[in-house]
């Protein structure tokens, strides 16, 4: 099972990133992606999750509104578009598996640390004029 995390990099205030999570090993419809991110001196906290079986999403109140997050179709592949970014959304990104299979994952376990059992490397968004 492996997670590879890409598409970060450097965009001013205001622009636009995509995100994109790429599963191999498993098969996603099973399980919940969610994404995290990480700032200096900061703890690693929840950014959104979707649940593939379902398609249900859920959000950290800071993103809603400007985040997206969905299955690319056809690819075993979860994206996060972000746009209206900010300089506080400088951090390094991590998409995670969700650990087990549960109703309302996202909303109730998705951005709990523990409740993942495979995360991927991280990417560096640098928000920034």
């Known amino acids: 099972v492996q997670l590879q995390a890409s598409g970060g990099g450097l965009v001013q205030p205001g622009g636009s990133l995509r995100l994109s999570c790429a599963a191999s090993?498993?098969?996603?419809?099973?399980?919940?992606i969610a994404w995290f991110r990480q700032a200096p001196g900061k703890e690693r906290e929840g950014v959104s999750c979707?649940?593939?079986?379902?398609?249900?999403?859920a959000y950290a109140d800071s993103v809603k509104g400007r985040f997206t997050v969905s299955r690319d179709n056809g690819k075993n592949t979860v994206s996060l578009q972000m746009n209206s970014l900010k300089p506080e959304d400088t951090a390094v990104y991590y998409c995670?598996?969700?650990?087990?299979?549960?109703?309302?994952?996202?909303?109730?376990?998705?951005?709990?640390?523990?409740?993942?059992?495979?995360w991927g490397q991280g990417t560096q968004v640098t928000v920034s004029s």
């Open positions: 979707i649940s593939l079986s379902d398609g249900s999403t």
């Open positions: 995670a598996r969700g650990g087990f299979r549960a109703r309302d994952y996202c909303s109730r376990y998705g951005f709990t640390r523990g409740s993942h059992d495979y």
């Open positions: 090993g498993f098969t996603l419809n099973y399980y919940a």
